[in-house]
């Protein structure tokens, strides 16, 4: 909602008007601003936006989710780089199941901005094999597979890894 540049003002300001109240002794209105003020640091490295819009992809509301990200007019300046990829993600994984050529656009561009978590990195990995099998662009798909594998410690993409690479014998 806010442009993060404005978050980092605010977090400033919440925590200097604690160290006021600590002074002036209300340190229960402190304690208040120091939280307040974390709330906006934490929403400077994880956007409001892409946090609902991940919450709607969670209960399968596409078009609810590309409504919050619909919000974001200008990812490269609004958001950090991390949630540029995680923009880009949100939206690759949408357009997987329409439009395969542009769900790979925005895959590719969000492991190249980056993600910060290894099983998110893992989903566009294995998005991006199944892409690439339906272009009959077998190599390619076995490379994405096995970095997927590599980047999934918790074994929760296993399953789906071992369809894959069960439909790519059948190629």
Sequence with gaps: ????????VLAVAAFALAIYQFYEGYIGNGI??????GIFVFLYF???????AFLRLRKQDFEGAKKWLSKIKNPEAALVTKQQGYY???HGLMLSQTNISQA????RKALKLGLSMKQ???MARLNLAGIAM???????AQIY???AKKLDKNNMLTDQIRMMKEQMKRI
């Design 32 to 37: 208040l601003l120091i939280l307040l003020a």
């Design 88 to 90: 880009n993600y949100l």
């Design 104 to 107: 790979e656009k925005y895959l």
């Design 46 to 52: 994880k956007n409001e936006i892409i946090l609902l």
């Design 145 to 147: 597979l096995n970095e």
């Design 120 to 122: 998110d990195e893992a």
């Design 1 to 8: 909602m806010f442009n993060k540049n404005i978050k980092l």
């Design 134 to 140: 339906t272009k009959r662009r077998k190599r390619e």
